[in-house]
């Protein structure tokens, strides 16, 4: 795999936990230990692109379907925990 060299900024703490995980050997590097985070991290936007085609497939969603989602889910309508 190629790899691309980015630069991002960190919380100092965020930046301390990377490096206690390379010290005590569950990281072979800051780098490694986020490229880590980020392969175990699902992809949200592939499955939102998967989710919108199967909703269009199914003919889209009603409104009493987006009430029974938004209390499933326990939100409001602005997507705010209820």
Do not use: C, H, N
Request: hydrophobic content about 40%; glycine content about 10%; aromatic content about 4%.
């Amino acid at each position: 795999m190629t790899t691309t060299r980015i630069t991002i900024s960190i919380p100092e703490q965020i930046a301390a936990k990377a490096q206690r995980a390379v010290d005590a050997g569950e990281a072979e590097s800051v780098s490694g230990y986020f490229s880590g985070l980020a392969e175990r991290e699902p992809d949200w936007a592939a499955a939102r692109v998967v989710l919108d085609e199967m909703i269009e497939e199914a003919g889209g969603l009603t409104e009493e379907d987006r009430r029974w989602a938004r209390e499933a889910l326990g939100i409001d309508e602005g997507g705010l925990p209820a």
